[in-house]
């Protein structure tokens, strides 16, 4: 599979760039169309960022003129337009997002018929079909487009079914929207079961999502817990299908421990479909120890939710992620959902009794130093004389004791480095040396 322009969640870019503008837009909205055979409705949420509109303005066009009705449900998060299209029974999906990228950022991605991500193959499908152009049409403007607002009502009334009524009454929850798209439902779905809530990030002006806020950022999120004595804290990313925790005394938990609380509780009570929790290359090898600990096993991925809900579907698991916060709890939801996962956490702690400071230590990390370096160009790593060295170094000396990952962002401009060691020095230094490498072959910004 080549794919010029989606990358491993969607289409994504500078707005004004040579990808993500409005031009392009209404390209691959016409495209879109042809590759539906113009049968169907078409669905399109959107985040906060100021460039929003248009890009939903220039899809909305390509989409019509390829023959397809057009439906916009607002600003909602990435979750809920994947409901919309499932519950609908819609053609497709499209969410105009760049997750957790800057403001200046846009992006474009797809949910088929299932609210599932479209796969590698579709989306190629897709590509083939741009245009050069698209020739205008007569027919409905922009402004003829239908609108509705019940994606956000059903998804707000599915999340709050989740626990019983009033459950969190005499909970304090700092709550971090990061100024995008889950402003208007995560809030309201945790006050309607009785929180609390401290808000942060929750006034989303176009160019403040994610800025310095949200999942990427959370040690606002740490402080306002400890400073307001909250039981929980919660980020989400600028499109929430992403989660971060953070536990009563400040403490942050990323994606791995969120996934080994949700998968040993469920491992305990005899609930773990196929006993089975499917994990990225990324996910810290503590994972694997805990979830074979507790009688479960655990299922590696490339990069990237849509190949871990891929894996989960060919294994019948229900409940996979990434690191990242990507959680998918598929028999609730067949995408990420940062809302979902959070609520599935609380509903351990409601069940266990524990806090999170406590349920955070059924996960014992090994040894890790990650690094996102920014790049002028992404050569083919093969061709990195020096990475390859390195390396090769690093993992003959490691042996079994630990593992080194390089890697392109599908997403960003940016080189990821990981390693994973017996201690702490070995880790460090490893990822000093992986830093060096790539600055003696490539242009870091």
Not at 117 to 145: C, F, H, N
């Amino acid at each position: 599979m080549s794919r010029q322009y989606f990358g491993t969640d969607g289409v994504r870019g500078p707005y004004g760039g040579p990808v993500i503008n409005d031009e392009f837009a209404e390209r691959l909205g016409f495209a879109a169309a042809r590759w539906l055979r113009g049968a169907g409705t078409v669905v399109i949420g959107r985040d906060t960022r100021q460039s929003g509109p248009a890009l939903e303005a220039a899809l909305t066009r390509g989409l019509v003129a390829g023959g397809v009705e057009v439906v916009s449900l607002g600003v909602l998060p990435t979750p809920a337009v994947s409901r919309a299209v499932r519950v609908q029974q819609r053609a497709l999906g499209v969410v105009v997002t760049a997750s957790h990228n800057p403001a200046e950022d846009n992006g474009i991605k797809f949910f088929g018929a299932a609210g599932l991500k479209l796969t590698d193959a579709q989306e190629e499908g897709i590509e083939k079909l741009i245009p050069e152009r698209v020739e205008p049409v007569s027919g409905p403007g922009r402004d003829e487009v239908r609108t509705e607002s019940s994606g956000s009502a059903d998804y707000v009334a599915t999340m709050c079914g989740l626990l019983r009524a009033n459950v969190l009454h005499g909970w304090r929850i700092v709550l971090d929207t990061a100024n995008g798209a889950t402003c208007a439902t995560s809030p309201v779905v945790l006050r309607a079961l009785g929180a609390e809530v401290i808000s942060l990030g929750d006034a989303p002006d176009g160019k403040n999502i994610n800025a310095g806020i949200g999942s990427e950022h959370p040690e606002k999120l740490a402080a306002l817990v400890r400073e307001r004595g909250a039981r929980i804290g919660i980020a989400h990313d600028g499109d929430g299908d992403r989660c971060i925790l953070c536990d009563e005394q400040g403490n942050v938990l990323d994606g791995d421990e969120i996934l080994t609380i949700l998968a040993t509780h469920a491992l305990r009570r005899g609930t773990l479909t196929k006993n089975t929790l499917v994990v990225t290359v990324q996910s810290n090898l503590g994972v694997d120890a805990a979830i074979a600990a507790a009688g479960g096993r655990v299922c590696r991925t490339p990069v990237g939710d849509r190949y871990v809900i891929e894996r989960m579907r060919a294994e019948g698991a229900t409940l996979g992620g990434e690191s990242s916060g990507h959680i998918v709890c598929a028999d609730i939801s067949p995408t990420g959902d940062g809302l979902l996962a959070a609520l599935k956490v609380i509903d351990v702690m409601l069940e266990t009794g524990e806090p999170l400071s406590a349920l955070r230590r059924r996960l014992k990390k090994f040894p890790q130093k990650t690094a996102a370096l920014r790049v002028a160009e992404k050569r083919p790593l093969e061709e990195l004389r020096s990475v390859s060295a390195a390396t090769a170094e690093l993992e003959a000396a490691l042996g079994e004791r630990g593992r080194v990952m390089v890697r392109y962002s599908g997403t960003e401009a940016k080189i990821r480095l990981l390693i994973e060691g017996p201690d702490d020095a070995t880790v460090s230094a490893g990822i000093k040396k992986l830093e060096t490498a790539v600055r003696a072959d490539l242009q870091v910004l």
